[in-house]
């Protein structure tokens, strides 16, 4: 039985912090607590490898909420408080503090961590990640101070820390396993614009290879020893080698997770009374007939209005598109639609890739699964309905800028 008309929610990021917007929003008068292990109010992660990287944007900007909202609107925000642990048979959260929270529906909003760099070495000093404000202002701090930066992983964090890094300055060498930045999201053909765009800006890749060791000298990173026994000297190191999942506490308290914690299309656990939204969680997608893990602005911003509908007891199904954006230099991009690796068979381009504006679309049996516009505006809403449609196309009407995308929807 539940022990209180408590409403929990554990992480108290963008996720969090929209999930009691939402509960509000939807009329929701009891008790609201928003607890979250880092000291800062809720903020948004964009900004920390772009803007606020390079000192352009301004603290406050990245906040969900001013710190007045909380109190506002009678949200009991508890940071700096880790949830140890969940107590389903008394509907109960335990704090490290050894404070237990009764709840009466809990939603887990508890995001993903950096992977760490399994190497020797992987611990030296100035070996560091990026995923917190703290190390966001650690990193620009290095900016001032270091020539040389290696960065591990050309994936969006990697990519775009880069790219802050060039905008300071700073040497860049960028390490890879794969061939290219990206590939395993964007293909080949996309991968390559990334890495042009980045060697335009001086980025140096190092494509095909496996980090052996950091090098160190009193502690602090020297250098990055390749397979080959080569070392790229340097002084310091970005790793940006992926996320996992923060599931240990819902694995602790027998909740199915593989991947992230597996919710169905309501966002609901196998627990009637526990959700999960955000990074976390490994949702069913009524369109992909999968349950699918997506690490984006965009759904941590969405995926709280259909958990708190449940929690209230309304019926609602997330099934909106993924969707990103990234800014690196002078490219800025949205991307809408899902495809598996490898899971697409033509690329089509509407404008010229070379020109800096330009779609692509990635289609299978002549349907759009994705598309990405690259410095061309106020096209998503478009691409989404083309998607949604499941219309085949023409790629010839397709690739023609003086065919409106609409009217390929069907
Ligand atoms: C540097 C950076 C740049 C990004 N840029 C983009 C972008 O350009 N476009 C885009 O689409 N996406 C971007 N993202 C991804 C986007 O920020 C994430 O998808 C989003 O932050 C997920 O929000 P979340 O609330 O689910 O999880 P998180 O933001 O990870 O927040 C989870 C919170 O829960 C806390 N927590 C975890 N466990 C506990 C516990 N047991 N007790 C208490 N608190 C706990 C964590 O400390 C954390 O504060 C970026 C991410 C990063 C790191």
Redesign the pocket.
């Known amino acids: 039985m539940p022990g209180s008309e408590a409403f929990v929610i554990?992480?108290?990021?963008?996720?969090?912090a929209k999930a009691a917007e939402a509960l509000r929003a939807k009329g929701y008068d009891g008790r609201i607590v928003l607890?979250?292990?880092?000291p800062h109010l809720?903020y948004?992660?964009?900004p920390?490898?772009?803007g606020y990287l390079i000192g352009k944007s301004e603290r406050e900007k990245a906040f969900v909420h001013p710190e007045s909202w909380y109190a506002e609107n009678q949200v009991e925000l508890r940071t700096g408080?880790?949830?140890?642990a969940i107590d389903r048979a008394s509907h109960q959260v335990r704090l490290a503090d050894a404070t237990r929270l009764d709840y009466a529906k809990l939603l887990l909003?508890?995001?993903?961590?950096p992977r760490h760099l399994p190497v020797l070495g992987g611990n030296a000093d100035r070996v560091v990640y990026?995923?917190?404000i703290d190390d966001?202002e650690r990193l620009r701090g290095l900016f001032g101070q270091i020539g040389r930066l290696v960065v591990i992983g050309a994936g969006?964090?990697g990519l775009?820390a880069a790219a802050a890094a060039r905008a300071a300055g700073v040497d860049v060498v960028v390490v890879e396993t794969e061939q290219l930045p990206l590939q395993r999201v964007l293909g080949p053909e996309m991968g390559e614009h990334f890495a042009e765009l980045h060697r335009r800006n001086g980025v140096d890749f190092r494509f095909g290879e496996i980090v052996g060791e950091i090098t160190t000298e009193g502690g602090y990173a020297t250098g990055v020893r390749l397979r080959d026994g080569s070392v790229l000297a340097t002084d310091a190191v970005l790793a940006a080698i992926g996320v996992s999942p923060?599931t240990?506490?819902a694995q602790d308290a027998d909740l199915p997770v593989d991947n992230g914690v597996l919710v169905d299309a309501a966002l609901r656990t196998d627990d009637p009374d526990i959700y999960a939204?955000?990074?976390?969680a490994r949702a069913y997608h009524p369109r992909y007939k999968q349950h699918i893990r997506?690490?984006?602005?965009?759904?941590?911003l969405n995926q709280p209005q259909v958990a708190a509908a449940g929690m209230l007891g309304e019926q609602a199904e997330y099934t909106r598109l993924p969707?990103?954006?990234?800014?690196q230099y002078d490219l800025g991009m949205e991307y809408v639609g899902y495809v598996e690796p490898g899971g697409y068979d033509r690329l089509v381009t509407r404008g010229d890739p070379a020109s800096g504006e330009f779609i692509a679309f990635w289609l299978a049996e002549g349907r759009v699964l994705a598309g990405m516009n690259v410095n061309v505006w106020d096209v998503t809403e478009s691409i989404r309905a083309l998607i949604e449609s499941g219309a085949q196309v023409d790629p010839e009407a397709l690739a023609d800028p003086g065919t409106a995308l609409d009217s390929l929807a069907g």
């Open positions: 554990v992480g108290a990021s963008l996720s969090g607890v979250g292990e880092e809720p948004e992660r964009p920390l490898s772009k408080s880790h949830v140890a909003a508890t995001g993903a961590s990026l995923r917190t966001s969006w964090i775009e923060n240990q506490l939204v955000g990074d976390v997506v690490e984006h602005w965009a759904n941590a969707y990103f954006f990234t800014d």
